[in-house]
Every structure is written in structure tokens, then in C-alpha cells.
């Protein structure tokens, strides 16, 4: 017996039409690569969007097809992902900060037969293209006045879309059907590729739009500054469109003056970025001043965010912040640090102490934590294992396979985190599985150290590894960036933490170094400074 309901399959194209009937004139406004602004806004968006459909089935593309993009945040982009996934295609967003290396496996494993890029990345293409093994086009996300020259035989994404009518019908695709891939990051190992479906992305983009979620609705100003090739810029062109949001993109700038003026002139009230995005424009606050103009609330993510950074939002800006987590297994989203009533009516450090956590998970996520065993543990706050989640938009397994399977027998992914959970359902990242710090057979979280290190005056940023212990196994060392000028020292930083953490927590060496590596999404590569600190000794 089935209910007596229509079956509506879920599609992208429906979001992108929904936005063209609806929300026609929303912007969706972007910096380009070629300089100066594109203004833009959904029914536009959606006609592009069919032209370019039609340009890649005269290419030669089918239904499941992999088109790849190597390109910012910008319109064009949004209409890439449409324009594929309405054609019945796959729409594989390449992050250009990996190794080259990196791309040319990710290229090759996806089997990309298009490559969709920017003007920034023209060198880059002509030296990755002897190696790309099924690339069949080259198209550049430009119109001809600035098309390059160059020895690949370029096309135009301008004359392609001015030869189509933009009457093009979207191919009925099963809503199971893939839509969207994404890599990881690879930091251990090749990247495997995650394969997101039609329904995953409808399913999460409803979740994303929800009020305790990002609280999205034709009256927001969103801008993604997490990029398109990071996790869909963590849904934001899916969510906007379905409701009606203006968009706002920087296409290839991230630094903070630029950041800035357009928050202010497009009238912002909502943005999204990883902590070091936050950290490099509090600073240019501090300096510069000028405010955030309408800007009320800020989704941060990728890593944790130090209390001092929400208590500077706060304070300083009269900005709220929302801390998420997810992975790019997770579509990306999993939890958000919305206020329930009873952390609300909490004077305002009680309730600091519980924002600072990853937040609460969001309905369509499940989590629990386990130990070794896989026994679930307490939810009390206090007891962590390893985090495990299920729900309809995460991972079942990985593309082609790689890593055979990925979930338990009862259909739970393991995160690769160690959390806690308490009563009311909040989360805690207290590390990476492979970076938490075992000492005489107890666990340091190398990430609360690092979040209470950063609040320390004259600390730009900071990083905690384990170090071996003839006797403890492993001890902390914490790695400090200082702000420029600073000449904070490392008694400052241990005097700092006295009283924030357990005292057998405490570091047993800080160095300080010019700069702290970054994996190609932003997160702190302890990889690199395991690596860079291997025959470290500690004093004694």
C-alpha cells in the first residue's frame, strides 16, 4: 500500500525554476575574474542555465555524465551547476588549491569529459592538460573580449550560450540519479570522490534553509564565501534559489578589505566562511575599522571556532555566529549552534560555554558516539568517543567504490571525530581521531587547547601537536603565529591558559613560527607539522 500523494521527483531543475517564477529579479550578483561586478538575478540565472544545458548536449555530454568546473564564486559558476545537473549531468567542482598532482588524479578518476574553468586557472589548465586523460573540451568561463591566447583549443562559455535559445528541456532524471562530486581533500591518501543524488542535495538545501539552521528567506542577503568547490559552498546556490535569496559572490577574492566593501555595499546580513576568513578580517577591523555594515549573523565552519572570535562578533560587531559542522561526506551539513530557549536564558559566559560547541544536529542527521567497541557511550557532555552519523544526504559509499565499505551494519558512517554529546543534543568536537593527544593513557584535545590559545593577546594563530613522552606517551606542543608587531611570549601563552584548561593539559613547549600550513579547504595541516616538528625533543 502507498499514500495517495503525487510522486514529484526532487531535482535541482525544480529549485532553479522555482526561483525563476518566484524570485525572477533576485539578484545574484558576483566579482569576476575579468574585474568589475556581474549583476545578475534568477530568471536570468535559469535561462543561462538552460542555454548551457543545450551547448554541452550538442558537446557530445549524456545523462551521468561527469562536467568538471575549476572555478571561484561567481554567476557563471551557479549556472554551471544548474546548467550540468539539468542536462542530467554531474556537476564535479575541482578545488584548485590541491596539488597538482591532486587534480590530475581526481580529474582522471571522475572521468571529467568537459572541463568548465576560469581566466585565473589558464596556465594551470595548459599544464595539467597533457595528463588529463579524458578531457575531451575546454571551456573558458569568459565571453571573447577576454578570451586568451593560448595553446589549447579554447571555447568560449559566452559563444557557446548566445548560439542556444535557452528553451532547452530539462532531462527527467530519476531524483536517485547523480547530480554533484565531490573529493576530499586527501590529506592521507588519494581523495575519494562522494557522489551527491538529486534528493541528497533537494533534501539538504530544505534543511539549510531552515530558521535554526541558516534561517534563510527571500529577504536575505547571503554571501558564501566557503567556496562552490568546497562542499557546493556548503549548499548556499541550491539554498538560495529555493528561497529566493539575493546572492552575493567574490568570485577569486577572500581578502578581507575586499570582503568588507561588499558586505557593505551589497547590504549583507548573512555570510559564510571558514575561522581564518573571520580571524584575517577581525584583524583588519581592529586596524582599519569601517564595520559590517547590515551584516547580523555569520555561519562559521571547516574548523572550530574559538570563543574569543564569537566573543569578538559579539561584542565588537553585533554580529551572532552560528558554528556548523559537517564533512563533504555530510553534503556538507550536520550540526548548527542555534540557541534553544533554555541556553538563551543563560547569563551571557554560561551560554558562551555552550555555543562554542559544534551545535545541535539538524533533522535528517542522526549521531551518536561510541567507544572502540562500538558500544554507544552517554550523552552527558562530558564522556567522548567516536562520532558516527546517517541520514539521507550522507555518504553510503564512496565514488567507483574506493575504500569499500564505509558504514557499519547499521548503517552508521564513522566521522573519523572524537565528540561528546549532552543532554540537549549538543555536539563537541574535541579532535580528529588521528590528531587527538593521548598522555599516560588520557586524551588532550589538541582543538580546545588551540581554541583558548588564540584568545591569548598577540596570538594570530595556533596549533597544538603531540610530541613523544619517554614517560606519558605523547605531550602538547603548541605552535603560536603572533599578530604582526606582537611580542607576546611563550610564558604570556601558558600564563594565559591557567584556569581555562585542566592543568595536566598545559603544554610542555610552545614554538613560535612565521606561519601555520593549511590544507587546500583551510583546516590546520597537522600532517605538515607532525612532519616539520618529527624530532622535536622536549626540555628534559
Not at 554541452?56 to 568546473?69: K, Q, S, Y
Not at 530558521?211 to 546556490?237: E, K, R
Amino acid at each position: 500500500m502507498t499514500g495517495m500523494m503525487q510522486d514529484w521527483p526532487l531535482s535541482v531543475a525544480r529549485i532553479i525554476d522555482h526561483a525563476a517564477t518566484y524570485h525572477p529579479r533576485r539578484e545574484v550578483v558576483s566579482l569576476q575574474c575579468e574585474g568589475g561586478v556581474m549583476r545578475s538575478d534568477w530568471g536570468t540565472v535559469a535561462t543561462r542555465s538552460r542555454q548551457l544545458a543545450a551547448a554541452l548536449v550538442g558537446l557530445g555530454m549524456n545523462a551521468g555524465d561527469r562536467v568538471a568546473t575549476l572555478a571561484w564564486n561567481t554567476v557563471r559558476h551557479v549556472e554551471c551547476l544548474y546548467g550540468i545537473g539539468g542536462m542530467g549531468g554531474v556537476a564535479h567542482t575541482i578545488n584548485p588549491r590541491l596539488f597538482e598532482e591532486q587534480i590530475t588524479y581526481i580529474a582522471n578518476h571522475a572521468e571529467d569529459r568537459v572541463l568548465l574553468f576560469d581566466l585565473t586557472f589558464v596556465k594551470l589548465v595548459e599544464r595539467l592538460a597533457p595528463g588529463l586523460k579524458t578531457i575531451e573540451h575546454f571551456v573558458l568561463l569568459t565571453d571573447r573580449a577576454h578570451m586568451p591566447e593560448s595553446s589549447l583549443n579554447l571555447l568560449c562559455y559566452e559563444e557557446l550560450l548566445s548560439a542556444e535559445d535557452g528553451t532547452f528541456a530539462w532531462v527527467e532524471m530519476p531524483e536517485t540519479a547523480p547530480v554533484g562530486l565531490c573529493y576530499t581533500s586527501g590529506t592521507t591518501g588519494n581523495p575519494k570522490g562522494v557522489q551527491y543524488s538529486h534528493r541528497s542535495t533537494v533534501l539538504h538545501a530544505m534543511a539549510a534553509c531552515a530558521t535554526d539552521t541558516f534561517g534563510i528567506g527571500a529577504m536575505t542577503v547571503v554571501l558564501p564565501v566557503a567556496p562552490m568547490y568546497h562542499v557546493n559552498a556548503w549548499s548556499m546556490p541550491y539554498t538560495a534559489a529555493m528561497a529566493g535569496a539575493k546572492l552575493v559572490l567574490g568570485g577569486p577574492n577572500f581578502d578581507a578589505p575586499t570582503l568588507q566593501k561588499l558586505i557593505i555595499d551589497e547590504g549583507v546580513d548573512l555570510a559564510l566562511a571558514v575561522p581564518t576568513i573571520w580571524l584575517g578580517m577581525l584583524q583588519h577591523l581592529e586596524r582599519h575599522g569601517g564595520g559590517l555594515g547590515r551584516l547580523n549573523r555569520t555561519a562559521i565552519g571547516g574548523s572550530a571556532v574559538p570563543r574569543s572570535m564569537i566573543e569578538a562578533f559579539d561584542r565588537l560587531h553585533g554580529v551572532r555566529v552560528m558554528q556548523l559542522w559537517g564533512m563533504t561526506e555530510m553534503s556538507p551539513l550536520g550540526t548548527v549552534g542555534a540557541m534553544t530557549p533554555e541556553v538563551a536564558a543563560l547569563p551571557y559566559d554560561e551560554a558562551l560555554s555552550v555555543r562554542v560547541k559544534q551545535g545541535r544536529g539538524v533533522f535528517g542527521v542522526e549521531m551518536k558516539i561510541v567507544d572502540d567497541e562500538g558500544q554507544e557511550l552517554p550523552r552527558d557532555g562530558v564522556t567522548f568517543g567516536r562520532l558516527l552519523v546517517r541520514g539521507p544526504w550522507i555518504v553510503g559509499r564512496y565514488f567507483k567504490g574506493d575504500g569499500g565499505d564505509v558504514l557499519d551494519a547499521e548503517g552508521w558512517f564513522d566521522t573519523g571525530d572524537v565528540a561528546t554529546l549532552d543532554e540537549q543534543g549538543y555536539m563537541q568536537i574535541t579532535d580528529r581521531s588521528k590528531d587527538v593527544i593521548k598522555s599516560g593513557g588520557e586524551w588532550i584535545s589538541s582543538i580546545e587547547l588551540e581554541n583558548e590559545a588564540v584568545g591569548c593577546p598577540g596570538v594570530a594563530e595556533a596549533a597544538v601537536i603531540g610530541v613523544a613522552h619517554p614517560k606519558w606517551d605523547e605531550r602538547p606542543l603548541l605552535i603560536i603565529v603572533r599578530k604582526p608587531g606582537a611580542a607576546v611570549s611563550a610564558a604570556d601563552v601558558l600564563k594565559h591558559l591557567e584556569g581555562r584548561i585542566a592543568k595536566w593539559w598545559t603544554p610542555d613547549a610552545v614554538e613560535f613560527v612565521d606561519a601555520i600550513p593549511h590544507t587546500a579547504t583551510g583546516k590546520i595541516l597537522k600532517t605538515a607539522l607532525r612532519e616539520q616538528f618529527r624530532d622535536y625533543r622536549l626540555a628534559g
